[in-house]
T-cell receptor, first 115, second 112 residues
Framework: GAVVSQHPSRVICKSGTSVKIECRSL??????MFWYRQFPKQSLMLMAT?????????EQGVEKDKFLINHASLTLSTLTVTSAHPEDSSFYIC???????????FGSGTRLTVV | QQQVKQSPQSLIVQKGGISIINCAYE??????FPWYQQFPGKGPALLIA?????SEKKEGRFTISFNKSAKQFSLHIMDSQPGDSATYFC???????????FGKGTRLSVIA
């Protein structure tokens, strides 16, 4: 089955530093990947759509300069949280699709804590 | 505007009982309806999905019932087990490289 690997699973960083989260599709090529943020006991909130070789499309209210997304290859998308602050602490999840109607596979998530 | 409405928010079921979670959608362009199961600290995992050309799909203890005219679909978990305790999300999709639209989730607790 389709596997999406997300690293790191947990990261603690100091306020003002940047953190990079990687999302890899291990056994399929993903032209499109999605990045979500999830607050405790809430649903997934779409942050951006990442397209291979082009700029990401951000949802309204998501700061492009804070959440940098790069989709350099068909199997790798990265999310960089720049100048992180405690309010950026959250659970970040990526997902990718093998193609229409095959279902979207999610990574295992990254718990970011900014201290 | 919430495009996929999910209920209940939380559900407690006795072991061996049937868990039922309901979702309703508004956009008739949606044509793929998956359910995801999420355990604490993990990403969602695809459980089962249905296309609107069928009214029911069963995989093991999990069944999706789909009512196209009512724009509703539901997940039934038969013989619920404590290991089924998780948050369940319904979602909808309308093709291409568009993102899933999620319901708000249902926290299921199966008690012995």
């Amino acid at each position: 089955g389709a596997v999406v690997s997300q690293h790191p699973s947990r990261v603690i960083c100091k306020s003002g530093t940047s953190v990079k989260i990687e999302c890899r599709s291990l056994d399929f090529q993903a032209t499109t990947m999605f990045w979500y943020r999830q607050f405790p006991k809430q649903s997934l909130m779409l942050m951006a759509t990442s397209n291979e070789g082009s700029k990401a499309t951000y949802e309204q209210g998501v700061e492009k300069d804070k959440f940098l997304i790069n989709h350099a290859s068909l199997t790798l998308s990265t999310l960089t949280v720049t100048s992180a602050h405690p309010e950026d602490s959250s659970f970040y999840i990526c997902s990718a699709s093998q193609g229409a109607y095959y279902g979207y596979t999610f990574g295992s998530g990254t718990r970011l804590t900014v201290v | 505007q919430q495009q996929v409405k999910q209920s209940p928010q939380s559900l407690i079921v006795q072991k061996g009982g049937i868990s039922i979670i309901n979702c309703a959608y508004e956009n008739t362009a949606f044509d793929y309806f998956p359910w995801y199961q999420q355990f604490p600290g993990k990403g969602p995992a695809l459980l089962i999905a249905i296309r609107p050309d069928v009214s029911e799909k069963k995989e093991g203890r999990f069944t999706i019932s789909f009512n196209k005219s009512a724009k509703q679909f539901s997940l039934h978990i038969m013989d619920s087990q404590p290991g089924d305790s998780a948050t369940y999300f319904c979602a909808a999709y309308h093709g291409g490289n568009t993102p899933l639209v999620f319901g708000k989730g249902t926290r299921l607790s199966v008690i012995a």
